[in-house]
T-cell receptor
Framework: KEVEQDPGPLSVPEGAIVSLNCTYS??????FFWYRQDCRKEPKLLMS???SGNEDGRFTAKPNRASQYISLHIRDSKLSDSATYLC??????????????FGGGTRLMVKP | NAGVTQTPKFQVLKTGQSMTLQCAQD?????MSWYRQDPGMGLRLIHY???????DQGEVPNGYNVSRSTTEDFPLRLLSAAPSQTSVYFC?????????FGSGTRLTVV
């Protein structure tokens, strides 16, 4: 697969730090994204991953181009963070380079 | 803004029937795409468009057609439904790579 994620489920206690990783094989990938998907709902964009990383509140995303992976860290995890987290990327030649390729997602369960 | 609107939300088809899944966006996005999501397979790209009049095949295009006559609309047509097309279908649109998804169509082919 072009984009790989550990499917989980990853079960953590409330307040824990969560680290999710996503590896990719296409070195031409240029843009990276993390999506959140709740059960039986559509994926929702959580954050774009810039080359220098990105931080939004409790969420931090970082790329590692040399090792071809991106990470998502969640600080002080909440019960409401329970969801499936999908990584996605685009890049390459032609019009297809504008489309996203998704990993299979990691299911996160935050428990009281 | 409504964002990306998909209809219908649910559909049951008999094998061999055809139908069109509708997708419309009101954000003036150039890029639109159709994905299917199956357990254990993740989201797979069916067809995509980079603008009105321009469409191309994704990873799993067989059995599906698309057209893009306007910026707003990107319908997906199932030509002759098969049980293997039972899935959840998502339409998405973007202008900068971060796609916005519709709420999906749950399709069952019996």
């Amino acid at each position: 697969k072009e984009v790989e994620q550990d499917p989980g489920p990853l079960s953590v206690p409330e307040g824990a730090i969560v680290s999710l990783n996503c590896t990719y094989s296409n070195s031409a990938s240029q843009s990276f994204f993390w999506y959140r998907q709740d059960c039986r709902k559509e994926p929702k964009l959580l954050m774009s991953v810039y080359s220098s990383g990105n931080e939004d509140g409790r969420f931090t995303a970082k790329p590692n181009r040399a090792s071809q992976y991106i990470s998502l860290h969640i600080r002080d995890s909440k019960l409401s963070d329970s969801a499936t987290y999908l990584c996605a990327m685009s890049g390459g030649t032609g019009n297809a380079g504008n489309m996203l390729t998704f990993g299979g997602g990691t299911r996160l369960m935050v428990k009281p | 803004n409504a964002g990306v609107t998909q209809t219908p939300k649910f559909q049951v088809l008999k094998t061999g029937q055809s139908m069109t899944l509708q997708c419309a966006q009101d954000m003036n996005h150039e890029y639109m795409s159709w994905y299917r999501q199956d357990p254990g397979m993740g989201l797979r790209l069916i067809h995509y468009s980079v603008g009105a009049g321009i469409t191309d095949q994704g990873e799993v295009p067989n059995g599906y057609n698309v057209s893009r006559s306007t910026t707003e609309d990107f319908p997906l047509r199932l030509l002759s439904a098969a049980p293997s097309q039972t899935s959840v279908y998502f339409c998405a649109s973007s202008y900068d790579g971060g796609y916005t998804f519709g709420s999906g169509t749950r399709l069952t082919v019996v």
